[in-house]
């Protein structure tokens, strides 16, 4: 079970660091994405790493203001943001697709593409921009 941690209020112009865990199990040979969504709007993918390949895919509405990356054991991905803004406020979600016998690219261009048939989603975590 996936999990996103690490959201809270934070002031204009701070930081936040996202962490997105399943329990401690390998994130190997899958492609984690992340998501915000906002009430009353849909979700909006992230960033994605694909682990088997460690590349980065990102939709970036952000503006170059986040960042992913993973640990070295492969079991949690972060999702850093700088220069929060008050439109940054949402439920920050984290997800889950196995690139074993699929190509990683286009897995992660599905999960952004389609995100409702993805099968492993993290609870969310509140981030509040706010002064």
């Known amino acids: 079970q996936l999990q996103a941690y690490g959201g809270g209020l934070v002031q204009p112009g701070g930081s936040l660091k996202l962490a997105c865990a ?70 920050y979600y984290c997800a889950a697709e196995t690139t074993i016998g699929r190509d990683p690219a286009i897995t992660a261009a599905i999960m952004f593409r389609v995100p409702n048939a993805i099968g492993s989603w993290g609870k969310g975590t509140q981030v509040t921009v706010s002064s």
Do not use: C
């Not at 992340?34 to 682990?51: C, H, M, N, V, Y």
């Not at 986040?66 to 991905?77: E, G, N, R, W």
């Open 22 to 91: 399943g329990s401690g199990r390998t994130l190997d040979s899958y492609a984690i994405a992340w998501f915000r969504q906002t009430p009353g709007k849909d979700l909006e993918g992230i960033s994605a790493i694909t682990t088997s390949d460690m590349m980065v895919w990102s939709r970036d509405p952000l503006k170059g203001r986040s960042t992913v990356s993973i640990d070295a054991a492969k079991t949690t991905v972060y999702l850093r943001m700088i220069n929060l803004r008050p439109e940054d406020t949402a439920v």
